[in-house]
């Protein structure tokens, strides 16, 4: 009876191992390294939805300069309209003037915020699509874990250079890890366009980010 049980006994361990060592087999076994930056900058539609954003901004902030000209024209007619400033038509014409910067200064807040979100959301959009690229490629590659690093030159005769790679947590990986351009390259066969030739790698770097929202449209 003891003999059946060890034998029950040591038959279930070797399946546990093998279940164990086979399980391992499957699992994602090497790491791999992109430059989210450059992602971001060689996104099939990131430029094109910034431009257009810039475009819009652009147009905005040309029609609130013309409402700015129209107030402080008011303004300068008001100055040299010849009313004394106790005559209430020059208080109400100042009170007029008055609301008017309220609101502009109000409709300029709002369409800045309003620029902002869209602007936000374009990122979200593209770091959304990135995310899911990396993500099926490395499935297919079996690859367990991505890290983002700037892939760049440090350039000794410009301190911020040297600071950004100092600052990077990624001290030093194989070459050969580096999975940028097949992520760009990705993005670009699955919309069934032509792959972007590849960039200097001793460019400086240049951080892909969304468009700074203006402050001019006031």
Not at 153 to 179: G, H, R, S
Request: charged share 25%; hydrophobic share 45%; glycine share 2%.
């Amino acid at each position: 009876m003891k003999h059946n049980r060890l034998t029950v006994l040591v038959a279930a361990l070797v399946a546990v191992c093998c279940f164990a060592s086979h399980a391992a087999a499957q699992l994602p076994n090497f790491v791999a390294v992109v430059d989210v930056a450059q992602l971001i900058k060689k996104h099939p539609e990131f430029k094109q939805k910034q431009e257009a954003l810039q475009a819009k901004m652009l147009a905005r902030e040309a029609e609130f300069k013309k409402k700015q000209e129209t107030i402080v024209a008011q303004e300068k007619n008001l100055a040299t309209s010849g009313l004394k400033q106790t005559a209430p038509e020059y208080q109400k014409a100042m009170d007029d003037i008055a609301g008017a910067y309220a609101d502009f200064e109000k409709e300029a807040k709002a369409e800045q915020r309003r620029f902002a979100l869209e602007n936000s959301q374009i990122m979200y959009d593209t770091y959304k699509d990135i995310k899911a690229t990396i993500g099926a490629f490395a499935k297919e590659k079996k690859i367990a874990q991505v890290t983002d690093f700037r892939m760049f030159e440090p350039d000794p005769a410009v301190p911020q250079t040297v600071a950004e790679d100092m600052d990077q947590k990624l001290v030093w990986f194989d070459p050969v890890l580096n999975v940028t351009d097949h992520i760009i390259a990705q993005m670009y066969i699955s919309r069934n366009l032509p792959i972007p030739p590849k960039d200097d790698p001793k460019a400086a770097p240049q951080t892909a980010t969304a468009l700074p929202v203006s402050g001019g449209m006031r």
